[in-house]
């Protein structure tokens, strides 16, 4: 596993011992820079792995049709670390373009999470890269 997370260059690539659990609570960690840069990667298919398996990923991914774009993204949450940590991650397709996107959020508390996801809309929307529901 440690092999495959330095191959594909995510974040500081450390795994720790725990192999169930190291990107939730683990010595895992990565940018929010790293993890747009991964994102758009992940989406244009600019990964050191077979079509197949990349196909498969794109299938895996929650996916939400809005207008003329594609939503692919998943949310994270670092519920160990102190203030918390609320990930949103993925990309839009739209048009023939593709944009990735990220949201980081520090939480205080639990009730915070859905602000992960409806931060991002409201940027994506705001934007231009999700139509706009008013229209």
């Known amino acids: 596993m440690a092999d495959g997370v330095a191959k594909i260059g995510y974040g500081n690539a450390e795994i720790g011992t725990n192999i169930d659990r190291f990107w939730l609570d683990g010595p895992l960690a990565i940018s929010p820079l790293e993890q747009v840069r991964f994102m758009a990667r992940v989406s244009t298919g600019q990964l050191p792995f077979s079509e ?6 794109r299938r895996l991914m929650p996916q939400e049709d809005i207008g003329t774009a594609r939503l692919f993204g998943k949310t994270g949450w670092a519920m160990n670390a102190k203030p918390m940590v609320g990930w949103y991650v993925g990309w839009v397709e739209n048009q023939g ?3 990735a996107f990220v949201t980081h959020l520090l939480m205080n508390t639990p009730e915070e999470a859905p602000m992960r996801k409806s931060l991002a809309m409201a940027a994506l929307h705001l934007f231009g890269t999700l139509p706009n529901p008013d229209r």
């Open 52 to 57: 197949q398996a990349l196909a498969e990923v």
């Open 97 to 99: 373009r593709m944009t």
